[in-house]
C-alpha cells in the first residue's frame, strides 16, 4: 500500500499524534497554515468523502465526535474553527486518503471559491 496516510496509521511514518483510537488518527499538518491545523482521518481507507458506502457513514459522525472532543481539549472551541475536506482534484485534494483539516487559533480569512 503506498498511501502516505495508511502508513501514517500503521507507523511506518511517524507523525505528532493529538488524538487515536480503533477507528481514527488525529495527527499535527506537517506544513501548518494556522496555529492549529490537524488532519484527523479514518484508519480504514477510503480514497475521499465520495467513496464512503453508506453503510459506513457512520465513520463520519464519529469523526466529527472527534473534532469535537479535540477543540475542547485544545481549548479552541469557543473561540471557533474551521474543518475543512477537499474532494477530488477540483476540490484541491492532494493525499487520496480521506482526512479533515482542522484550522484554528486566528480569525481565518474568508476561503475563495
Ligand atoms: P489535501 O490538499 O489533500 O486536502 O491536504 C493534504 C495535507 O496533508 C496537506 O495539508 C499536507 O501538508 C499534509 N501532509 C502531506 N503529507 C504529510 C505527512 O507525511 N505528514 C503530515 N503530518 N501531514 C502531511
Ligand atoms: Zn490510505
Known amino acids: 500500500m503506498s ?4 502508513k501514517i496509521v500503521n507507523g511506518e511514518i511517524p507523525c505528532s499524534k493529538v488524538y487515536e483510537d480503533d477507528k481514527v488518527l488525529a495527527f499535527n499538518d506537517i506544513n501548518p497554515v494556522a496555529p492549529y491545523h490537524i488532519l484527523v482521518i479514518p484508519k480504514a481507507h477510503y480514497e475521499s468523502i465520495i467513496d464512503i458506502p453508506e453503510k459506513d457513514m457512520e465513520i463520519v459522525a464519529h469523526i466529527h465526535n472527534i473534532i469535537n472532543k479535540i477543540a475542547s481539549d485544545k481549548g479552541f472551541d469557543k473561540a471557533g474553527f474551521r474543518i475543512i475536506n477537499n474532494c ?26
Open 3 to 6: 498511501c502516505i496516510f495508511c
Open 88 to 113: 477530488g482534484e477540483d476540490g484541491g485534494q492532494e493525499v487520496k486518503h480521506i482526512h479533515y483539516h482542522i484550522l484554528a487559533g486566528k480569525k481565518l480569512p474568508l476561503y475563495e471559491a
